[in-house]
C-alpha cells in the first residue's frame, strides 16, 4: 500500500494549508482544480490509451471525466453525485454577481456528503469532534477531494494486484513447462 500511496495526484498537506488560509469562494475554485486533477489521473491510470482522452481535439471538462468514469464503472455514483456539486458551486460563483457561500448552500453540500459517504465521513477524527455534526465548509472541500483521491488509488492498487497475480501465474506456468520439459512430458 504505501507504493501506491507514493502515487498521490496532489499534495494533500499543501493543498489543507491553501483551503485553510482561503475564503470560501476561493476554496471552491481551488478544490474544483484539485479535483479536477484527481480525474484526470485517474482517466490516464485506468485507460487503455490515455492520449484518446487527454489530447486532441476538446479537452474534457471535470463534469466529463467524471460521467465517463463512472460510466465504466470505477468512479461511484457518491463521487459522481460530489462532483456535480461541487462543479455546480464553482460555475454559481463564476455566473453570480454577488455570489456568497450561504448557509443553504453549505447545508446543501454537507447533507450530500453525508448521503453520499456516510459511514467514511461518520468515522472522521474531525466529525467526532464537531458540534451536531455539522462539519466546517473547508473540511467538506478536503474530504470531497480526498476521497476521490482514495478511489483513484483504490483501483490504481487493484490494477497492481492484478498485474502481481497474471506475473506469478505466468511464472508459475513457465516452472511447469520447464518441469514437463525436464521430465519429458507434455
Known sequence: MNFVMAFR?????????????SPDW????ASHIHLDRVLSCFLE?????????SSGGRRMNALDKAAFLHGVGVL???SLHVVNLLNKLR?????????????????????TLISEFGDRVYSREEYQKSTDGKLDFKL??????LFVEEERLAHLKMGLMAEKSRAEL?????????SNSFL???
Open 91 to 111: 460555475n454559481k460563483f463564476a455566473h453570480e454577481l454577488n455570489f456568497e457561500v450561504s448557509d443553504d448552500r453549505v447545508s446543501e453540500y454537507r447533507s
Open 26 to 29: 476561493s476554496c471552491i475554485i
Open 45 to 53: 491510470e485506468f485507460c487503455v490509451r490515455p492520449k484518446s482522452v
Open 184 to 186: 519429458g512430458t507434455s
Open 76 to 78: 461511484s455514483d457518491g
Open 170 to 178: 505466468e511464472d508459475t506456468i513457465r516452472s511447469v513447462r520447464i
Open 9 to 21: 495526484s496532489y499534495d494533500i498537506k499543501t493543498f489543507n494549508i491553501l483551503i485553510d488560509r
Open 140 to 145: 467538506m472541500l478536503k474530504l470531497s477531494v
